[in-house]
């Protein structure tokens, strides 16, 4: 009897050890799986890298045509405003992909909180290039007034759009997490919308670079 006990006993624990050894690998596999809607938005990125690479190829034709004088009279860019507001939404991808983690936790407080934070620093962005742009035009640099104008707010403008569009899409999520219960399609969608943000800061690095220090 002893001997039938253990036996029993054995096949119970093989069996368990079994399943949740099935239950892990079903888990980590559909982590790995390539999920459609993250493979989507990075294949819109990248046609969205293509319409800023135009942007970057548009402001080098227009300043290798202005002969030396770029940017023209009276045009002051406030760099001392620039790197400030540069740094913050640098910093805001750090704290965005702390959400990111969060969501992948389970933790939806978390992610609410460092999205929270990441919202807040993406409006100060904006807040900094209204603040220039308000300037820049009392001073006299306005869309038509140079070719250097219109560059420079179409590039800085449709980067600001994509800010906005980011601010709005953390709203979104921030909103859909308070009015329902924690998902995991809520935390796929916080991951693909850290792919929107971290892709609208590396734009904004080579845009800082280019209109700010290589000019």
Same mark, same amino acid.
């Given at each position: ?7 029993? &006993? ?17 888990? *980590? ?12 938005? &990075? ?35 406030? !760099?001392?405003?620039? *790197?400030? *507001? ?11 992909? !702390? ?11 978390? !992610? ?18 209204? @603040? ?15 070719? @250097? ?45 850290? @792919? @929107? ?19």
């Amino acid at each position: 009897m002893p001997s039938v006990l253990r036996r029993v &006993i054995l096949l119970s624990v093989t069996s368990a050890v079994g399943t949740q050894g099935s239950a892990i690998t079903q888990r *980590v596999h559909s982590l790995n799986r390539p999920n459609m809607v993250s493979v989507g938005t &990075i294949v819109w990125l990248s046609s969205e890298l293509m319409f800023f690479a135009g942007l970057f190829a548009m402001y080098f034709v227009a300043r290798a045509q202005a002969n030396g004088n770029w940017p023209p009279e009276p045009t002051e860019l406030n !760099l001392g405003l620039a *790197v400030p *507001v540069t740094a913050v939404l640098i910093a805001s991808s750090f704290t965005c992909q !702390l959400g990111v983690f969060a969501a992948e936790r389970g933790d939806v407080f978390g !992610l609410r909180r460092w999205y929270i934070v990441t919202l807040a620093m993406g409006a100060f962005f904006v807040a900094g290039q209204g @603040y220039e742009y308000y300037h820049l035009v009392h001073e006299g640099t306005t869309l038509s007034s140079s070719v @250097y104008g219109s560059v420079f707010y179409i590039t800085t403008g449709f980067h600001g759009l994509h800010v906005i569009g980011g601010l709005i899409a953390f709203v979104f999520l921030i909103t859909r997490t308070l009015v329902s219960k924690f998902t995991p399609a809520q935390a796929t969608a916080a991951i693909v919308v850290s @792919y @929107y943000w971290h892709f609208v800061d590396i734009v904004w690095i080579a845009l800082f670079a280019t209109i700010y220090f290589i000019r």
